[in-house]
């Protein structure tokens, strides 16, 4: 008789009573059902019961924190395309800054948010805690590289992810009309194309992401449905259901990344927000996910 | 009284529209709401600025040099 798989909001729940473990991915292997562990401190974890799994078999693996994205500002130089200001209208995958932010993170993606009055608000994606205000849920305005250019949006919905709580993604949507103009392009920097209609991510999958530190870079999804422990400056949060992606001999993401767009690499189909990483996985959240939650709509341009 | 007695009343107005806009009547009723209970004159003001509105939405790129 096969054994349920646990669903990802369960790996979640049993994640959040262990401080030791960062990740928990379920594999089906025929008619049994492996609970991967991964954490730094493998002695903690193996002093550890999993009774919420009993029936299950449980691997303990070695894995450093995952941490945010995000680079503090100050000591980067802008010499990439993907760090450089950029005139209108702004090809996605570049550098942005929140006002009253010591940091820099990556506007993603182009998407369309339907206003509850019908109307359509063309917007950028990125991370909350790229568009974060250090006091309040969200900054004033996101600049484009760095505060000391113009602004070019506004911050306008986000998913904040709340501390010993089960969450589902670390999102927000700023909006791009300024002085009369929408401020972005709908096509993504270095490629040169505009993304299509939105997948789901599904293992092996071959990805891609252009962001601010790294750019374009590609890699493979090796786990989705997995639930992960973020470590932020001001505590942990943990996800469920997230995609966890391996770059393909190079890193995926590297901090500063927070907010990338991650493509299916054939068909340029967005498949997921990138959030989060170590020096060997990167963390993204399903698109849909996070569309389904903030109200956006595809295509960007309808 | 008890609690299935209370129910929510919606404000009927009559209104006589001239006969070049009672045809976009139906389309243009979410805009009553700001005008629902005024006099016959504050309507008819409402109701022309949301027929001369321009499109809520669309999208206007810039090409504004940044750099």
């Known amino acids: ?302 | 009284m008890t609690e299935e007695h209370i129910t929510p009343r919606k404000l009927q107005i009559e209104v006589k529209l001239p006969p070049q806009l009672s045809d976009q009547a139906n389309v243009l009723m979410p805009c009553l709401v700001s005008a629902a209970g005024q006099a016959l004159q504050t309507f008819f003001a409402v109701f022309l600025e949301c027929i001369s509105k321009p499109p809520a939405s669309g999208y206007n790129p810039g090409d504004r040099k940044r750099c």
């Open chain 1, 1 to 302: 008789m096969s054994q349920p798989v646990p669903t990802p909001h369960a790996l979640a729940e049993a994640l959040l009573k262990r401080r030791a473990a960062h990740m928990l991915i379920a594999e089906e292997t025929g008619s049994n059902t492996t609970i991967h562990v991964f954490g730094s401190d493998l002695h903690q974890l193996r002093k550890q019961s999993w009774e919420e799994f009993p029936d299950c078999r449980i691997e303990h693996h070695f894995q450093r924190p995952f941490r945010p994205q995000v680079c503090y500002a100050g000591s980067f130089k802008i010499l990439e395309t993907v760090q450089a200001c950029q005139d209108e209208p702004i090809k996605l995958g570049c550098q942005i800054q929140p006002d009253h932010g010591k940091w820099v993170g990556t506007a993603g993606l182009p998407v369309r948010y339907k206003a509850p009055d019908g109307a359509d608000i063309y917007c950028l994606l990125t991370c909350w805690h790229v568009a974060a205000g250090e006091e309040k849920p969200l900054c004033r305005a996101l600049h484009q590289p760095t505060i000391e250019y113009p602004p070019i949006a506004t911050p306008l919905k986000c998913l904040e992810p709340r501390p010993d709580a089960v969450n589902l993604a670390d999102a927000a949507i700023a909006d791009t009309l300024l002085g009369g103009h929408h401020t972005i392009s709908p096509k993504i920097l270095i490629l040169e194309e505009e993304p299509a209609m939105p997948a789901t991510p599904e293992e092996n999958l071959n990805v891609l992401k252009v962001g601010r530190s790294t750019g374009l870079t590609y890699g493979v999804v090796v786990a989705t449905g997995a639930a992960v422990r973020v470590n932020y400056p001001d505590g942990d949060r943990i996800f469920e259901n997230q995609v966890v992606i391996e770059g393909s001999g190079e890193p995926f993401s590297a901090p500063g990344d927070s907010g990338s767009g991650v493509f299916d690499s054939a068909l340029l189909a967005p498949v997921g927000l990138l959030f989060a990483g170590n020096d060997q996985l990167t963390i993204a959240t399903p698109i849909k996910q996070i569309s389904h939650r903030l109200g956006l709509q595809w295509p960007f341009l309808p």
